[in-house]
């Protein structure tokens, strides 16, 4: 149980993370475009 309660920590945080940057997801297309 507790090392359910871990990995869905680690997911919630991996999706605030994605959602939080959308901004830095355009920079790296960019930066692939560039290079």
């Given at each position: 149980?507790?090392?359910?309660?871990?990995?869905d920590?680690?997911?919630?945080?991996?999706?605030?993370?994605?959602?939080?940057?959308?901004?830095?997801?355009r920079?790296?297309?960019?930066?692939?475009?560039?290079?």
């Open positions: 149980m507790g090392d359910k309660g871990s990995r920590k680690g997911k919630k945080e991996q999706q605030k993370k994605a959602q939080k940057t959308p901004k830095e997801k920079a790296l297309k960019n930066a692939k475009k560039n290079k």
